[in-house]
């Protein structure tokens, strides 16, 4: 059994973007977890904004609901991961971050899929942006996979997350410090309230002299500084702030009638981001013309990040699909 592996490259050739940027070469890489491709049913796992295609491994982001014997068990699935080229994970930099939208990564990923002669997935599964490009594959191409798991995400941006996604690429135009600036921001947006309040219950750090809370936001603020690059949160900011299966393609019940996935949406109670008014009003459309879609929560106080705190929760919620 092959569990891991370095990241392969593919070379995409004459790509046109949505808004019309031609690139005569674009590099996709990938990294494939568990089983050989072709040897089991083959889960596509999206990965969010600061992520990469390494989903389990010394190093994954992933690795409390994907593994072997966990809820997705790479005993019995294979885990296929793409990185969204400019992530900064391979290598590949992409400058021009407004050229792109969340669709053309969707299109990118199914060239990726044709590419490796993949007829269908077994599932997607993705949250935050991630979910957002699956939202996007699925639409782009409605028999692609038997399940379209998107949590903590939505089929579109809303005004609301395109507000904060605008602050972010203000942060990241305009600041001195603008990777650590701009995540001590996204902080706040991750979390919530309550989910401070439970850490940090207003104590102080007597060494710095500040509040914990903002020692805190300061350290992941140079955390990230450390391994991200400034040109890949512009990107894939530009991706949050993009999703919309709808643009210039027909309505929500047009597109998403014809996806012939199960599509399981589970939303998150606390989340600042997709809020879960917006997922439930996704469901009760999708309700009206499938009969293969389920709605579930996860109970959290800690925001947007509960997908990746939540374990035991998200392991229940997907149980009956892996």
Request: hydrophobic share 40%; glycine share 6%; net charge negative.
């Amino acid at each position: 059994m092959k569990l891991e592996n370095k990241p392969t490259s593919i070379t995409l050739q004459n790509f046109t973007t949505e808004s019309g940027a031609f690139y005569a070469t674009l590099n996709l890489s990938f990294q494939v977890f568990g089983p050989a491709l072709h040897t089991a049913p083959i889960v596509l796992v999206n990965h969010a904004l600061t992520g990469n295609s390494q989903v389990v491994g010394e190093s994954g982001w992933w690795n409390d609901l994907i593994g072997e014997d966990k809820t997705i068990d790479t005993n019995k699935y294979t885990i296929l991961a793409f990185n969204v080229p400019g992530n900064g994970f391979d290598d590949t930099i992409i400058e021009n971050y407004l050229d792109f939208n969340t669709r053309d990564i969707a299109k990118i990923f199914i060239q990726g899929i044709h590419f490796l002669k993949i007829k269908q997935l077994y599932a997607i599964i993705g949250g935050s942006v991630g979910g957002g490009i699956a939202w996007e594959i699925a639409a782009l191409e409605p028999k692609i996979t038997q399940h379209l798991i998107p949590i903590a995400t939505d089929w579109k941006s809303t005004d609301w997350l395109i507000a904060n996604c605008f602050l972010q690429e203000q942060i990241l135009n305009n600041s001195s410090k603008p990777i650590e600036d701009a995540r001590i921001h996204a902080m706040l947006c991750y979390r919530t309230p309550e989910s401070f309040k439970s850490k940090f219950q207003r104590t102080t750090n007597e060494e710095l002299a500040i509040f914990n809370i903002e020692s805190w936001l300061c350290h992941h603020g140079e955390k990230l500084q450390k391994r991200f690059q400034l040109s890949s949160y512009k990107l894939m900011n530009q991706l949050l702030k993009t999703i919309d299966i709808t643009r210039n393609s027909g309505s929500f019940e047009e597109i998403a009638s014809k996806i012939e996935a199960a599509i399981h949406i589970i939303g998150i109670d606390s989340d600042l981001f997709f809020t879960v008014s917006e997922n439930r009003a996704t469901y009760e459309e999708l309700k009206k013309y499938k009969n293969n879609v389920t709605y579930q929560e996860i109970v959290s106080i800690h925001g947007h990040d509960a997908f990746l705190i939540e374990y035991e929760q998200l392991d229940n919620l997907l149980a009956s699909i892996f």
